[in-house]
């Protein structure tokens, strides 16, 4: 079946450093990715559409200067968040489809925990 | 709201009961998709019904869709341990993709 990588699962960092976070089709190609965060026992939040070759989609209220996503290839989507906040501590999941059709099953990373200190 | 809802909010079963919950929506829709996401992990894709289907099984899984009512329904049968996880529905009218707030499940052994 189709997988997505998503990498660090963990990471902690400073208040005012940034973290880069990769998401990778493994075996197919993904001209779409999908950036999510989730905050505990919550639903997961679209934070924006990440499309190879251009400018990402971002959704209402999420900051592109401070969410930058970059998909500059068919199978590799990053979120960089910058200067990074303890507020900005939660959980970042990745997803792909393999047509990159919206009716297709979405292929989910495992989630990157960021606590921010 | 393009967004499905989950119903209930939380479940909590004994290991072998069967498990249901339920997703309503408000749009018109041309699929409906279920996932399961395991603690401090991704989504897992569970099925997807289609808008002209009425039942899907998946192994344990049984899927069922009532698009005059806008609802479907997720039964999980002989639970387990393992499907202790939190549950949710994506509905597929539009491109936006937005997940519901989920059903949480808990399986007591």
């Known amino acids: 079946g189709a997988v997505v990588s998503q990498h660090p699962s963990r990471v902690i960092c400073k208040s005012g450093t940034s973290v880069k976070i990769e998401c990778r089709s493994l075996d197919f190609q993904a001209t779409t990715m999908f950036w999510y965060r989730q905050f505990p026992k919550q639903s997961l939040m679209l934070m924006a559409t990440?499309?190879?070759?251009?400018?990402?989609?971002?959704e209402q209220g999420v900051e592109k200067d401070k969410f930058l996503i970059n998909h500059a290839s068919l199978t590799l989507s990053t979120l960089t968040v910058t200067s990074a906040h303890p507020e900005d501590s939660s959980f970042y999941i990745c997803?792909?489809?393999?047509?990159?059709?919206?009716?297709?099953?979405?292929?989910f990373g495992n989630g990157t925990r960021l606590t921010v200190t | 709201s393009q967004q499905g809802e989950e119903d209930p909010q939380a479940l909590s079963i004994q290991e072998g009961e069967n498990a249901t919950m339920n997703c309503s929506y408000k749009?018109?829709?041309?699929?409906l998709q279920w996932y399961r996401q395991n603690s401090g992990r991704g989504l897992v894709h569970l099925i997807l019904i289609r808008s002209n289907e009425r039942e899907k099984h998946s192994g344990r899984l049984r899927v069922t869709l009532d698009t005059s009512k806008k609802s479907s329904s997720l039964l999980i049968t002989a639970s387990r341990a393992a499907d202790t996880a939190s549950y949710f529905c994506k509905i597929q009218g539009a491109q936006k993709l937005v997940f519901g707030q989920g059903t949480r499940l808990t399986i007591n052994p």
């Open positions: 749009t018109s829709i041309n699929n």
């Open positions: 997803s792909a489809t393999e047509g990159g059709s919206y009716n297709s099953p979405l292929h």
């Open positions: 990440s499309n190879e070759g251009s400018k990402a989609t971002y």
